[in-house]
């Protein structure tokens, strides 16, 4: 497909799946009531359902999706690795960490909004402690290896606060936190992500060039004239901000910043400048039209959200790789 008719295609997509969110759930709400709630106010229940349950749903789809499938996009780039993800840094595992120490110390039952702060703040917590492991010179190796230790060590101590739990409510509140959900949120969580991923989206913005020119590696990149430390630093910045903020509004949702620029690799000719915005629309795509099915497939129960990207992700992934064991590389 021309790059040209995609991102018309990706967007009018991701625009019809936004609606759908915004028209999808227990609630038999008919169009016109929908969109009078929506936009002039009529109705004080309807109001209230279609402004204060799915219009947050919806634009937490939309925001984290397309958060995850840049970060993937231009995490992949950076390190020329199609295999590579946005947790690869550690940004996740350390965002999650953030909430279940909100949740175990009873922080996000008395302050709600404790959960998506200490959320971020883990994940800043881990950008530090990745800059400074890796160093202003360290190289993508180095980075990688930085952020397997922050995510195991994360991960660790997420384990250790699960098993020394008093509490077995918490800890069940933390397992069903961490398997991510957009469901009871509110327009608070949209403004808590909104400017970290603001702020992701224009660091990465600014990286396209620079990411095409690291397609001939680092080396004749920089000969180039290419800044490539600094242009490290702007990607992990970007992607940490993004994923960081995701992870805290929606826990953890897998598989979406590694599928989807897979999906659309060929048709942007592989240039990662073309990547990351049409890897962000694809995985606002990914992640409404989940959670559209998640309300779909059961009403009654509280499927999650990252449980469903996992179950499609994973089979469709391993029937890449299969696919790609027969190219030459």
Same mark, same amino acid.
């Given at each position: ?57 919806? @634009?937490? +789809?939309?925001?984290?999706? *397309? /958060? %995850? =499938? &840049?970060?993937? #996009?231009?995490?992949? $780039? !950076? ?8 947790? @690869?840094? +550690?940004?996740?595992?350390? *965002? /999650? %960490? =953030? &909430?279940?120490? #909100?949740?175990?110390? $009873? !922080? ?8 998506? @702060? ?16 890796? $160093? ?194």
């Amino acid at each position: 497909m021309r790059p040209a008719l995609l991102f018309p295609l990706l967007g009018l997509t991701v625009a019809l799946l936004f609606a759908g969110s915004l028209l999808t759930g227990p609630a038999a709400i008919g169009l016109g009531d929908s969109l009078a709630a929506l936009f002039r106010g009529e109705g004080e229940a309807v109001v209230l359902v279609m402004r204060e349950i799915r219009l947050p749903r919806a @634009l937490l +789809g939309l925001m984290v999706g *397309a /958060a %995850l =499938g &840049a970060s993937g #996009a231009a995490m992949q $780039g !950076l390190l020329r690795n199609p295999l590579a993800e946005p947790g @690869l840094i +550690g940004t996740s595992a350390a *965002a /999650a %960490l =953030g &909430a279940v120490i #909100a949740l175990q110390t $009873g !922080l996000a039952a008395a302050f709600p909004p404790a959960l998506p @702060l200490l959320a971020l703040a883990g994940a800043v917590v881990s950008v530090l402690a990745i800059l400074g492991l890796a $160093g202003p010179r360290g190289g993508s190796l180095t980075l990688i290896l930085a952020g397997i230790a922050i995510s195991a060590l994360a991960a660790a101590f997420t384990a250790l606060v699960l098993s020394l739990s008093p509490n077995p409510f918490a800890a069940s509140e933390i397992v069903f936190w961490m398997m991510g959900s957009l469901a009871d949120r509110s327009m608070l969580h949209v403004w808590i992500a909104l400017p970290a991923m603001l702020a992701g989206a224009l660091l990465l913005a600014g990286t396209g060039r620079g990411l095409d020119a690291l397609t001939l590696g680092e080396d004749a990149a920089a000969t180039l004239g290419l800044p490539v430390a600094r242009l490290r630093l702007a990607v992990v910045l970007g992607v940490a901000a993004l994923v960081g903020a995701a992870t805290a509004v929606a826990g953890a949702v897998g598989f979406v910043g590694l599928v989807v620029p897979h999906l659309l690799r060929r048709a942007v000719g592989a240039r990662p400048a073309r990547l990351v915005p049409a890897a962000a629309l694809g995985g606002a795509a990914v992640v409404l039209a989940a959670d559209i099915a998640v309300r779909l497939i059961a009403p009654d129960r509280d499927l999650k959200l990252g449980v469903l990207t996992a179950l499609v992700g994973a089979p469709f992934f391993l029937h890449l790789i299969l696919k790609s064991r027969g190219e030459r590389p």
